[in-house]
């Protein structure tokens, strides 16, 4: 049956034409020996990225030295590592690679039971490039096991830069930027609203608002029951539903499992702490929604506070019906561009700053640390003019920046641009747009 499916399968890659894609701001390297991984939640553009990467590879091989598997297909399911050698026995009855490497570009990995130790194995070997993709944070170098330690080079692929989005949208913005940008500003404005309120999924951004909503209520679904409920095996589901609309209702806000346990508890449903955390841990494995932590030097204190929580895309806090408003959607937004920029925080660690041991003390949105330095403090406020800008903001940041011993400050506002100083600390108040286009 299997060698029957994977016929069917690897025929019909034989006559696919490969479809079009835009080229996105995301370097993958070819020709290095190393497995590439490229990683991120479902829908964000890591198939298109693998399409691009075969098209350039067609233009220099025959196309039978290029093998792309889709293991979401509905007839590969429930394969294991053995399932993979009848997958290559049967590319070499059906292709006729002209020579070696043969590169295989391998969708949704995950999906296969001990995939890593067969593609430790054929990689050893020397006689294929491989490329891997999956929604599972497994693949990533540091949580991958160890037997591919070494051998593989993450890509982080996110739904849309804003950069990105108003590229698709028709705006140049390289040359002549902030003159160009001057002239444009409204209409920069109006993308960024769109892009703030339908979030930047690749085939949401290209479609008419009018089917926007329900491609992003398909792609909700897909992530609850196919990415989590299935995956992990859920089986209070009731409980993981509420669960999961309690946690999108406070994105940008602070998390706590004991609050979050005591008002499922008020609803009438029965569930332990641990769960909820085990489904914490699942939302992060699948880059659905992220947990930040407070910034110390003391381990006591990241367990004692409160983590915040961000959501992958905007789009989806829409979809599920919760309320929001801009000023928290701007501060998701922000983060995905900081996770964006840090590749998941390989590059730099990311958290919340706050006083220790006062309920309203003074907080920071974001400290970005790199090495044992701390390289930013960013604030973020929907604020168009330097009135509505709270000094309660301000002064966190010069709190901070001080504890810290943080040089550069920045204020991320809506519309509102400009330089201070305050406290012989320097702050900088830059636009939202300016900045994810920075």
């Known amino acids: 049956m299997r060698d029957d499916d994977f016929r069917t399968v690897l025929a019909r890659w034989m006559v696919q034409e490969i479809p079009q894609a835009f080229d996105r701001e995301i370097y993958v390297p070819l020709d290095i020996g190393k497995i590439i991984s490229i990683v991120g939640p479902r829908r964000a553009g890591k198939t298109y990225i693998m399409f691009i990467l075969i098209k350039k590879l067609a233009k220099r091989l025959n196309k039978d030295n ?6 979401e297909d509905e007839r590969l399911r429930n394969l294991d590592a053995r399932d993979l050698e009848t997958m290559i026995k049967i590319y070499y009855e059906l292709f006729k690679p002209e020579d070696k490497p043969v590169y295989l570009f391998l969708d949704e990995i995950q999906n296969v ?8 194995r054929i990689h050893d070997q020397g006689n294929y490039r491989l490329y891997l993709s999956g929604s599972s ?4 170098s540091r949580e991958i ?7 593989n080079i993450d890509i982080v692929v996110s739904p849309l830069s804003f950069r990105e989005f108003i590229k698709i949208k028709g705006v140049n913005f390289k040359k002549g930027l902030l003159e160009y940008l001057e002239e444009e500003r409204g209409r920069i404005l109006r993308y960024l609203r769109e892009y703030i309120k339908f979030g930047s999924f690749p085939e949401v951004v290209m479609e008419d608002e009018r089917i926007k909503e329900k491609i992003l209520n398909s792609y909700y679904n897909a992530i609850f029951y196919r990415d ?3 995956r992990f095996r859920i089986r209070n589901i009731s409980v993981f539903e509420e669960f999961t609309k309690y946690c999108l209702s406070n994105h940008a806000k602070y998390l706590s499992i004991s609050k979050a346990h005591r008002y499922l508890k008020s609803l009438g449903f029965k569930v332990g702490k641990a769960k909820l955390i085990d489904y914490m ?3 992060s494995e699948i880059f659905f929604i992220f947990r930040l932590e407070i910034f110390s030097y003391s381990i006591k204190d990241k367990k004692q506070y409160p983590k915040k929580i961000y959501v992958v895309d905007n789009g989806l806090v829409r979809i599920s019906g919760v309320d929001t408003s801009i000023s928290r959607l701007m501060e998701n937004t922000v983060f995905m ?3 964006r920029r840090s590749e998941i925080f390989n590059k730099f660690q990311v958290f919340y700053w706050k006083e220790y041991g006062k309920a309203e003390g003074r907080e920071v949105d974001f400290v970005l640390k790199e090495g044992t330095k701390i390289r930013e403090l960013i604030q973020v406020t929907y604020a168009s003019t330097r009135e509505d800008i709270r000094e309660r903001e301000v002064n966190s940041l010069i709190k901070a920046s001080k504890e810290l011993k943080a040089k550069k400050l920045v204020v991320i506002t809506w519309d509102y641009e400009g330089t201070e100083e305050i406290n012989d600390r320097r702050i900088e108040f830059v636009p939202l747009w300016k900045w994810l286009l920075g």
């Open 337 to 339: 561009e900081i996770l």
């Open 113 to 120: 039971r001990d995939w890593d130790k067969w593609v430790r």
């Open 145 to 151: 096991s160890t037997s591919l330690r070494g051998r």
């Open 66 to 71: 290029i093998l792309y598997v889709n293991f």
């Open 228 to 230: 989590l409920v299935e």
């Open 281 to 283: 841990k699942y939302y």
């Open 137 to 140: 944070s497994k693949l990533l």
